[in-house]
């Protein structure tokens, strides 16, 4: 069997290579926990950095990402009373002031864009209060491509691809299904968001079990 555990658990998140490398990370669709949905995330030494455990199955609609130690790092919450398929996602464990709105698109006319993540109103106010309704309201992000098929892509604002999601190979190219597969991260995005939009991409588009559900 193809190893995907880890070498050793590492407490502290990876950060950008200081050579301006990309971050390539091994996500499995699997919870360190037994008899839990969730993810286990790698680095490329195999040392454990982020894990996703579903603890409280009553919690519905919530989910946090939490470094090797356990310590949470992001939470992403169903956004309540909207229309379609809107989440937010909080630093920590917080319940105020959101970072980002991530929202399922769904334009059947165009098929290639899967999500788009706008700062919230209270970031886009601390980052820039002198900016227009209409500009705190613009796209930071855009992922276009099949999730079900682990082929996509995180676009910015300027359309520069900052992160992506790859079907993954062991040695001698055999595939390892959907349920192991690639996370590139460019230095211009924190790893730890680009894997909380992993785990909205499978709320959004996967065929397993959802957390929420």
């Not at 996500?27 to 982020?50: A, E, Q």
């Not at 790859?166 to 001698?172: C, L």
Request: hydrophobic share 40%.
């Amino acid at each position: 069997m193809t190893k995907v555990h880890p070498n050793a658990a590492v407490a502290n998140t990876i950060k950008a290579t200081s050579d301006g490398h990309a971050s390539v990370l091994t996500v499995w669709k699997k919870s360190l926990l037994f008899n839990c949905n969730g993810f286990t995330v790698y680095d490329g030494k195999g040392n454990l950095v982020y894990r996703v455990d579903n603890y409280m199955q009553g919690n519905r609609g919530e989910i946090v990402l939490m470094d090797a130690a356990g310590k949470p790092l992001l939470t992403i919450r169903r956004k309540r009373l909207s229309l379609g398929d809107n989440w937010l996602v909080y630093d920590g464990e917080t319940v105020v002031n959101p970072r980002l709105s991530v929202r399922k698109h769904v334009n059947i006319l165009t098929t290639k864009c899967l999500a788009h993540v706008t700062p919230t109103s209270s970031d886009a106010n601390s980052k820039n209060t002198a900016s227009s309704s209409s500009n705190k309201k613009k796209a930071m992000y855009e992922i276009e491509g099949s999730y079900s098929q682990r082929s996509c892509a995180v676009y910015d604002g300027k359309k520069r691809r900052v992160a992506e999601i790859k079907r993954k190979e062991a040695a001698g190219g055999v595939a390892l299904g959907v349920d192991v597969f690639r996370l590139i991260v460019e230095p211009d995005m924190d790893t730890a968001l680009a894997m909380a939009l992993v785990i909205l991409l499978d709320q959004m588009f996967g065929s397993s079990k959802r957390f929420s559900s």
